[in-house]
């Protein structure tokens, strides 16, 4: 089939390269120029483990294109799939910003041309596949076409891999028409048995919602439970693993740690929470998981600052990792763009060290130095700071990580390491829930 993708992101660009990847052709359309231009030599704009290799291949065997032209793109297709931006709004209301959604319907609907499924992948408020089918509607009457919601669930890091295998395809479509072009769409993974679930479109709209704020609920239960181990002298790593084996609860997402962020918890738990409020809805657990959530950055710098001492005027603070979680380069709504101003504030100098976001990581904290190696960032330091999970701060050599440091203080906010061991080697070491 022909397909169109409008918004080139992590979203976007995994999905439109794992289409062509199924055998479909496909047009992947941005407005942001550089980025075209770099992906029209595959050059990947982000992190993200294994999409090289499926942009270099599907580029060479012209099953994949990108253009910043949205006309012919959506003209010659059978689907076009918005993946654009969703962030909070910049009133800060926690509202969901759809201006960039809207924007897409627009620019599709002045080049529909016979029958096409506008296929709304981003994560939105729901009532809004409707409001894109009232906008195209209006825009070009006479326009043959089904809106459909298909909310998206692949990770950062392992974005290709879900991608490709997903626990499940949720398809939001109220003709008979669109949900055929969609299973069409994804013929090669239900041959493979991957399961298939058609709604309608609110319901495929709340799926998406509801799922990240259990999972987000999960990570704040566990970092509440994590504090409450600290007080009581019980071990959170061996809580999860207790609790984790009952099959009714599940093992991921209980990884007690600074608390979660990137581009998507953060900002749908708080549009859920502004979606419930409109409809005069209590979600009293989502209110409190987006609480914890921020206590859990805080309670991160005081932990920090009980491990160097009160006066942090002039102390040196080595952060491994600024990305919100490992394997990707993403730092939106990283704890790291809370937990390091505060420090900053407080007079520390940080260094800091991320195999993949020192890029970004330097326009949105100037104010720190950002080294090439990790053992260089933590030279001097008053202490180290495991932020992001990263396998290469697991194997660290601590010896020579200590020999470096002006004083041996570790404060592992992911629980990489041995509290036993860390204190053999030296370390005054200090971690999350145990
Ligand atoms: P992103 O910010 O990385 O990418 C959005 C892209 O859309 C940008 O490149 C932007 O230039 C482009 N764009 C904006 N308006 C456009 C227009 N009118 N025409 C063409 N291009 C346009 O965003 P993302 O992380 O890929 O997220 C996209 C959506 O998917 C969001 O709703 C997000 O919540 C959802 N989602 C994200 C993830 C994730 O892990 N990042 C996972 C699941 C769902």
Redesign the pocket.
């Known amino acids: 089939m022909n397909l169109a993708i ?7 660009l995994v999905s439109g390269t794992c289409f062509a990847e199924l055998g479909h052709r496909v047009h992947c ?4 120029e550089s ?1 075209i231009s770099a992906l029209k030599k595959a050059q990947i704009p982000i992190y993200e483990p294994g999409l090289h290799e499926l942009v270099e291949k599907n580029l060479h065997d012209g099953r994949l294109e990108f253009t910043t032209e ?1 006309g012919s793109a959506v003209q010659d297709a059978d689907a076009v799939f918005i ?4 962030p909070s709004s910049r009133r800060g209301d926690g509202y969901a910003d759809l201006s ?1 959604v809207y ?2 319907a627009e ?1 599709i609907s002045k080049n529909l041309n016979g029958y096409t499924v506008i296929v709304d ?3 939105v408020p729901i009532g809004t596949a409707r409001n894109v089918c009232r906008i195209i509607r209006e825009s070009n009457p006479g326009a043959d076409f089904d809106v459909v919601s298909n909310p ?5 890091g392992a974005a290709v891999n879900d991608f490709l295998k997903p626990d499940r395809i949720i398809v939001g479509a109220e003709t008979q028409r669109a949900a055929d072009v969609m299973e069409a769409i994804y013929k090669p993974l239900l041959l493979e048995q991957r399961p298939f679930l058609l709604t309608n479109l609110e319901t495929a709209e709340m799926v998406k919602y509801a799922a990240n704020a259990f999972l987000a609920t999960k990570i704040s239960f566990i970092n509440e439970i994590a504090n409450l181990c600290e007080a009581v002298g019980a071990n959170v790593v061996d809580v999860a693993k207790g609790i984790g084996l009952d099959t009714r609860i599940g093992k991921a997402f209980l990884q007690a740690g600074p608390g979660y962020g990137g ?2 918890f953060p900002k749908d738990t708080r549009a859920l929470l502004r979606i419930a409020q409109e409809n005069g809805c209590a979600l009293r657990i989502v209110e409190a998981v987006v609480e914890v959530n921020e206590a859990q950055k805080a309670r991160m710098v005081n932990k920090i600052r009980n491990a160097i001492g009160p006066d942090t005027i002039g102390k040196t603070i080595c952060f491994l990792g600024l990305s919100y979680k490992q394997e990707t380069d993403d730092m939106r709504e990283s704890p790291a763009l809370t937990i390091i101003p505060r420090l900053t504030e407080m007079g520390a100098k940080i260094n800091a060290h991320d195999p993949a976001a020192a890029k970004s990581a330097k326009e949105l904290l100037p104010e720190i130095t950002i080294f090439d190696n990790e053992y260089e960032a933590a030279c001097g330091a008053d202490a180290v700071v495991l932020l992001t999970e990263w396998n290469q701060y697991g194997t660290l050599d601590l010896r020579k990580l200590k020999s470096m440091m002006k004083t041996p203080v570790f404060v592992d906010l992911r629980n990489l390491y041995d509290p036993k061991k860390m204190k053999e080697i030296g370390f005054e070491y200090y971690s999350v829930g145990r």
């Not at 993946?83 to 969703?86: E, H, I």
Request: glycine content about 12%; proline content about 0%; charged content about 25%.
């Open positions: 409008i918004g080139t992101g992590y979203v976007g359309v941005d407005t942001d980025k949205s993946a654009v931006g969703t960039y924007q897409a620019d992948k981003s994560t998206e669930f692949l990770r950062e581009s998507c």
